[in-house]
């Protein structure tokens, strides 16, 4: 993979696009043939069921975690170990429900598997939303959006008739749900965290953002390629078992309302003039990003907070790596395996 030496990590040399590749079978590959040629019909009709009418009954949010539940347990995917910060192992019955995400609240997920989504839907039952790199606003949208977004192609810039809004509005909106951000804005093979999207800088200072990192052994059910579906599928469905470990952060609140309104009139500002006026007037200054956006200090402090956090509960490093190496990694990747 020395051909794609240029999308490592200066400082870590770690390569967050690569994708993780399987163990060999051996002399398991009939188990594992049988397998997945046994939960493939089976996976595919739970889905169909849920996503084409289940999800539209009126079943309840109970009703719904345990059709998701279902999904994930064809492939034998096991939930084994939740850890939160300042929470002791078997403990957690005993503490405030502050400690965990709820409604109101704003979860910041890492990204790396069309697992994450599901799992967390089955788990919170929250609102999705899907974050770019160059603009505060979020794009509202569904469960079934989201595990797609994971085999996507990576974009800078929301798609040309995307409903765009803010967070603030969506949590105005549904004030009894979580609402689930993936600020790196593209799936990582869990190697790596992302420069984070400005749309966590939209959340209200009194709301609560929780970092969640979601690992899985093994880790080869990670989607960093996009358009993989058959080797995702493969990889799911004929291991005899999957785990999930979940870390939580302690919550953090958002930035202040003069903190936002920085962000978006540098943000939608286009004269370096105005920027200067802007770190003249703040004792803090203007930090620019590689999308023309300038944050004060407390802004890319909240930014790190949360990245700090993802890294550290993930047991990776942050990386300087984003959106738009990602694209150029994929293009690369493609015309290679096109050669080949």
Not at 50 to 73: E, H, M, R, T
Not at 297 to 307: E, I, M, P, S, T
């Given at each position: 993979?020395?051909?794609?030496?240029?999308?490592?990590?200066?400082?870590?040399?770690?390569?967050?696009?690569l994708?993780?590749?399987a163990q060999?079978?051996?002399?398991?590959?009939p188990?594992?043939i049988?397998?997945?040629?046994?939960?493939?019909?089976?996976?595919?009709?739970?889905?169909?069921?849920?996503?084409?009418?289940?999800?539209?009954?009126?079943?309840?949010?109970?009703?719904?975690?345990?059709?998701?539940?279902?999904?994930?347990?064809?492939?034998?995917?096991?939930?084994?170990?939740?850890?939160?910060?300042?929470?002791?192992?078997?403990?957690?019955?005993?503490?405030?429900?502050?400690?965990?995400?709820g409604?109101?609240?704003?979860?910041?997920?890492?990204?790396?598997?069309?697992?994450?989504?599901?799992y967390?839907?089955?788990?919170?039952?929250p609102?999705?939303?899907?974050?770019?790199?160059?603009?505060?606003?979020?794009?509202?949208?569904?469960?079934?959006?989201?595990?797609?977004?994971?085999?996507?192609?990576?974009?800078?810039?929301?798609?040309?008739?995307?409903?765009?809004?803010e967070?603030?509005?969506l949590?105005?909106?549904?004030?009894?749900?979580?609402?689930?951000?993936?600020?790196?804005?593209?799936?990582?093979?869990?190697?790596?965290?992302?420069?984070?999207?400005?749309?966590?800088?939209d959340?209200?200072?009194?709301t609560k953002?929780?970092?969640?990192?979601?690992?899985?052994t093994?880790?080869?059910?990670?989607?960093?390629?996009?358009?993989?579906?058959?080797?995702?599928?493969?990889?799911?469905?004929?291991?005899p078992?999957?785990?999930?470990?979940?870390?939580i952060?302690?919550?953090?609140?958002g930035?202040?309302?003069?903190?936002?309104?920085?962000a978006?009139?540098?943000?939608?500002?286009?004269?370096?003039?105005?920027?200067?006026?802007?770190?003249?007037?703040?004792?803090?200054?203007?930090?620019?990003?590689d999308?023309?956006?300038?944050?004060?200090?407390?802004?890319?402090?909240?930014?790190?907070?949360?990245?700090?956090a993802?890294?550290?509960?993930?047991?990776?490093?942050?990386?300087?790596?984003?959106?738009?190496?990602?694209?150029?990694?994929?293009?690369?990747?493609?015309?290679?395996?096109?050669?080949?």
């Open positions: 993979m020395e051909k794609f030496s240029q999308f490592r990590d200066r400082g870590s040399g770690i390569a967050p696009f994708p993780i590749p060999p079978s051996g002399i398991q590959l188990l594992h049988f397998l997945f040629c046994f939960r493939l019909p089976l996976f595919i009709s739970i889905c169909l069921s849920y996503f084409l009418v289940l999800q539209w009954l009126p079943i309840g949010s109970l009703g719904k975690k345990a059709s998701l539940w279902c999904i994930l347990g064809v492939p034998s995917i096991w939930w084994i170990d939740l850890q939160i910060d300042g929470v002791r192992k078997g403990s957690l019955a005993k503490q405030r429900t502050a400690r965990l995400p409604p109101g609240s704003i979860i910041a997920s890492s990204f790396t598997s069309p697992i994450d989504a599901v967390l839907a089955a788990i919170f039952d609102i999705f939303v899907a974050s770019y790199p160059s603009t505060w606003q979020v794009e509202r949208i569904s469960l079934l959006q989201a595990i797609l977004r994971s085999f996507s192609f990576p974009r800078v810039n929301p798609p040309p008739g995307a409903r765009m809004v967070i603030s509005k949590l105005e909106r549904y004030p009894n749900s979580p609402i689930v951000i993936f600020p790196e804005c593209t799936t990582t093979n869990g190697r790596g965290i992302l420069p984070l999207s400005i749309s966590l800088l959340v209200p200072s009194k953002i929780y970092p969640v990192s979601v690992r899985y093994p880790a080869d059910v990670t989607t960093p390629i996009p358009g993989s579906y058959i080797t995702f599928l493969w990889n799911l469905l004929s291991k078992t999957h785990c999930i470990r979940v870390r952060a302690e919550a953090v609140n930035v202040d309302a003069a903190s936002q309104t920085s978006r009139k540098t943000y939608e500002s286009n004269h370096i003039d105005t920027l200067k006026e802007e770190a003249n007037s703040s004792t803090d200054g203007l930090l620019g990003n999308y023309g956006v300038f944050l004060i200090r407390d802004q890319k402090a909240l930014l790190d907070h949360v990245g700090e993802l890294a550290r509960l993930g047991r990776v490093k942050r990386v300087g790596l984003g959106v738009k190496e990602k694209q150029d990694f994929v293009r690369m990747w493609t015309k290679v395996k096109r050669r080949q």
